[in-house]
Each structure stands twice: as C-alpha cells, then as structure tokens.
C-alpha cells in the first residue's frame, strides 16, 4: 500500500522569504499524480498544485513550485515570496494513475505541516 | 453556490444519539468520499462511492454508515456517536478518473460530549 509522509508537522517562515514543505512518498507504481491542498484557518481545503509523475517538468502555480524527485519519491514544495495568507495547513496527497477501479482511485494523504508566517 | 456543500457546518451532539451529516454536489462527479480529519493525523477516508450502487469501506469506516441517495447526495451518519468521533469530516467529489483530486466541501465540525 502506499504511504505519505510529511516529516514537519510545524514550520515557520518570514514574510517576503522562501519556505520549502517536504513530502516523501512510498509507492511501488510508475505512474501516479500528486498533489497540494492549503487548508488555512477557514478550513477550506483548496488544491494548490498537481503533477503527473510522468512528466519531468516541475508544476508551477505563480510563487508556489514543486521539487518533484521521481527516484528519490520526493515531491517538496516551495512557496516563495511568503505572505501572510500563506499560514495554513499543508497537505501532500498521491493518487494513483494505473487504473480508475476500487481504491485506486482515492487520494492517500500525508499528516500535514502547519505553517506559519511571520510578519 | 458551493460546488460541494455540507450540512451542518458545526455540529455538537451527545454521547449515544444518532446523527447524519449531508453532502450535496453540483459538479456531476461519480465519485464520493467522507473523510476524517483529526490533528496531527491527516485526513482518513470513512467511506468511498463511485455511484448510488457502489459503496465501499474505507479505513476507519467502523461506527459509521452512509448512504448515496442520488448522485449529486451522500450523507454520513453515526448510529450512535461517542466522544471519540469528535473531529473535522470532509465530503469530497472527483471525476471518474479521479486525476485533477478532490473538491472538497467547507467541512462539518462534530463534537460529541
């Protein structure tokens, strides 16, 4: 089965500064799709960033970008130019991509990292 | 409107009463889901449906049932709540792929005492 990790349940950034939020995973699948979701204080939990294992590119979404390593399954994001409206909830999900039947087609989350910013 | 919306947005019951929370959506997705949310665990999948015939366990489905009653509905319920359901629940819809992840809904806070 797979597996989500985040290793920082807390982390802290100043404003105007870049932060980076880590997510390993454990699969044993080729093709997968992972994702971000912000959960800020409102408790809305809103899809940040996506990206399809198969491609190389890294996905970019205005100041937040992922590190997506596939051999190392690692799939960090970088927010860059924190604000204060960045402070949330972060989670890191996996989905897999080969086959739409049974479970495979629900999103395995990590436990999150709760970020704060400082102004 | 809320593509994904859930009722109530706060709950707080007693011990041993039966209580239903509801899940509506205007996207046309197949798909489903509850999930649980409680700190420093994540979010943990209750029940799954990819349509009103087809509903599945999840990890943490004990002590909770749901039921599909149309496409755009499904709703959670607990037969009898006990202090430990005591969390966030999230109904969430995808497509049938399921690759563009979830919508979610604004969540139902249930405190049991």
Request: charge should be positive; include cysteine; aromatic fraction near 12%.
């Amino acid at each position: 089965a797979q597996t989500v990790t985040q290793s920082q349940p807390e982390m802290s950034v100043q404003e105007a500064e870049t932060v980076t939020l880590s997510c390993t995973y454990d699969t044993s699948e080729s093709d997968y799709y992972l994702f971000w979701y912000k959960q800020p204080p409102s408790r809305q939990m809103i899809l940040v960033i996506r990206q399809e294992a198969y491609k190389q590119q890294n996905a970019t979404e205005n100041r937040f970008s992922v590190n997506f390593q596939k051999a190392a399954k690692s799939f960090s994001l970088k927010i860059s130019d924190s604000q204060l409206g960045d402070a949330a909830m972060y989670f890191c999900a996996y989905r897999s991509a080969e086959g739409y039947g049974g479970s495979q087609g629900n999103l395995i989350f990590g436990k999150g990292t709760k970020l704060s910013v400082k102004p | 409107d809320a593509d994904v919306t859930q009722t109530p947005r706060n709950r707080i019951t007693k011990t041993g009463k039966r209580i239903m929370l509801e899940c509506s959506q205007t996207k046309g997705h197949d798909r489903m889901y509850w999930y649980r949310q409680d700190p420093g665990l994540g979010l943990r999948l209750i029940y799954y449906s990819f349509d009103v015939k087809d509903i599945n366990k999840g990890e943490i489905s004990d002590g909770y049932s749901v039921s599909r009653q149309a496409q755009a509905k499904f709703s959670l319920s607990l037969e009898s709540a006990i202090p430990n359901q005591t969390a966030l629940y999230f109904c969430a819809t995808s497509d049938w792929t399921g690759s563009y992840g979830y919508t979610f809904g604004s969540g139902t806070r249930l405190t049991v005492v």
